[in-house]
């Protein structure tokens, strides 16, 4: 016989969708172990097309799942250590309710543990996925690090984000590839290129904050349960790949992070190098052979990712101090991508310092007050906006503006998109940038204005030459029109838009249609702010 009509709800929506109470019970999980699970493994909820369908005719609001993620998850290895764990918490209460230290004890020896190492491996594949996602895990790991120690947070994860925090910020020292940086109330937003990749990332302010009750900080350390296996495993292949030891090792510092240490030793030694990798101020050992990268990466542009730019070379010629007030860790690592030479004063910023506030080859110095209580005449004071602004705008901005106590100009943030409204400070510093630029250019200028005079200078001649040769034939000379030709490629480009517009489909076109209307929308907006603009131009003048 012939296979009858399928019944309702056995195919579509209401099979590829699965609610989260289904897959509760498939996999025979708790809630907390499910979303546990879904965050390790990188599986989301979604939203159905239609969900009256997904949800078999009935109206009631369900979370749901792809039926295929939950169908993958049932295969997951780490499922059985959850039940491990559960069981071995269950023997350990009852080994504490009867009182039976043996056993408690050597319950404590032997934890159920778990690795993450082969979901990294399944998610990321290569360096350059990895890459893409860096940008959340160094947001995560950067803002865990500066979670203070109380109830609901463990140490020990607190303690390796602050260490990994420092072992990226080296590699990017050392790699030079800081692009941009910007100061905001949330914090400092940084932007570097790796590997082709540019990775962007905030860094919180650091000053002592209750924190809030209502944030639930399982779900914040299991994701940084996984940013930290995925970060160290990165970073790895980072430092092999520049040849550096990891972890990193300041160099004439003896103590070795790999080598286990015994018990009963002293942790001098392991404080001390802590100290100077989180310093940012001290060059890492390399390694005697390099190590080969495995990785297949082809991404283009990485050699002019590791050349030095102008503005490194400039600073590399500078030293600064920093002055006690100011936030040492992040102008540490500004002024080192840049090349300049740092220090800051050892009684209040701690190991790393490499010269004294009295050394007379310093050239500039970091201050945030209004007033100095000391001032030397062979270095230039200025507030620390001045170098990130200087790293922002690609060149040696004039410290005049930027001396203390004076008042700051506009700190504008380098992540703006283009187009649109333009500040005036803008305005003016990309016109300082280009005029930099048109200097290079300058001989080809002269090539291009010598052949305009030549050119009419050849036509004069043929002009004479033709006038002494006897003329066959006579005929007018027409008339040359002139054709507005940027008038006429605007006419050539609203034709194509018209035409490409009308093949799409119904769709895309109304895509497209909202697109453009949110760039209008853009150019009323920057025209309603250089209106307000020239008013308030024309009210100062009046005043």
Not at 111 to 116: A, D, E, K, R
Not at 223 to 245: C, D, P, V
Not at 264 to 277: H, P
Not at 514 to 522: D, H, T, V
Request: proline share 6%; net charge positive; hydrophobic share 35%.
């Amino acid at each position: 016989m012939g296979k009858g009509r399928p019944k309702k709800y056995e195919k579509g929506a209401a099979v590829a969708y699965i609610s989260r109470n289904q897959a509760l019970r498939k996999l025979q999980l708790s809630l907390k172990d499910f979303r546990r699970l879904c965050i390790l493994k990188g599986i989301y909820p979604v939203e159905p097309s239609n969900k009256k369908k997904a949800n078999k005719g009935s109206t009631v609001l369900k979370t749901f799942y792809r039926s295929k993620d939950i169908i993958f998850l049932l295969h997951e290895p780490t499922v059985d250590k959850f039940r491990e764990q559960k069981v071995y918490l269950k023997r350990f209460k009852r080994a504490i309710g009867k009182f039976d230290k043996t056993t408690a004890k050597l319950m404590l020896e032997s934890p159920v543990t778990y690795s993450l190492h082969h979901i990294v491996k399944e998610r990321y594949p290569s360096v350059a996925d990895a890459l893409r996602d860096l940008d959340d895990a160094l947001c995560m790991v950067f803002l865990y690090g500066l979670l203070p120690q109380r109830s609901g947070v463990d140490e020990l994860p607190v303690q390796l984000c602050r260490r990994l925090s420092y072992e990226w910020m080296n590699y990017v020292i050392h790699t030079k590839s800081l692009r941009k940086a910007f100061i905001s109330i949330k914090g400092y937003y940084y932007q570097t290129e790796v590997l082709g990749e540019a990775v962007t990332w905030l860094v919180p302010h650091r000053y002592s904050y209750e924190p809030p009750q209502h944030i639930d900080y399982h779900i914040m350390s299991t994701y940084t349960e996984f940013y930290t296996t995925m970060l160290g495993f990165l970073l790895y292949r980072l430092y092999a790949k520049e040849n550096l030891q990891y972890p990193p090792r300041p160099q004439g510092n003896g103590f070795d992070p790999c080598r286990p240490q015994p018990v009963g030793s002293n942790d001098t030694e392991k404080e001390i190098y802590l100290e100077l990798v989180a310093s940012l101020n001290q060059k890492l050992q390399t390694v005697s052979v390099p190590v080969e990268d495995e990785a297949d990466i082809t991404i283009e542009g990485l050699e002019e990712s590791n050349k030095l730019t102008d503005l490194t070379k400039s600073f590399s010629k500078l030293k600064f101090f920093i002055s006690r007030e100011v936030p040492r860790e992040q102008f540490v690592f500004v002024l080192r991508c840049l090349g300049a030479e740092v220090s800051w004063d050892p009684l209040s910023g701690g190991v790393g310092s490499t010269f004294h506030e009295d050394d007379p080859s310093v050239t500039h110095q970091l201050v945030d007050r209004p007033e100095l209580g000391r001032h030397r005449l062979n270095r230039v004071y200025v507030q620390p906006q001045w170098v990130v602004d200087c790293l922002n705008a690609g060149a040696l901005l004039p410290p005049h503006k930027y001396f203390p106590g004076g008042m700051l100009p506009p700190h504008l943030s380098p992540f703006v998109e283009e187009g649109g409204y333009k500040p005036t400070d803008l305005v003016t510093l990309l016109e300082r940038t280009d005029d930099l630029k048109e200097d290079d250019d300058v001989s080809d200028d002269v090539d291009d204005s010598i052949e305009d005079v030549v050119e009419p200078v050849k036509e004069s001649y043929k002009e004479r030459r033709n006038k002494h040769k006897v003329k066959e034939m006579v005929a007018d000379e027409g008339k040359v029109e002139r054709v507005d030709e940027a008038k006429r490629d605007r006419a050539e480009k609203q034709a194509e838009d018209k035409l490409l517009v009308s093949m799409l489909s119904k769709r895309r076109k109304r895509l497209y249609t909202r697109m453009m209307y949110g760039k209008r929308r853009e150019v009323r907006e920057a025209d309603v702010l250089l209106k307000k603009r020239d008013q308030l131009k024309k009210k100062h003048r009046v005043v």
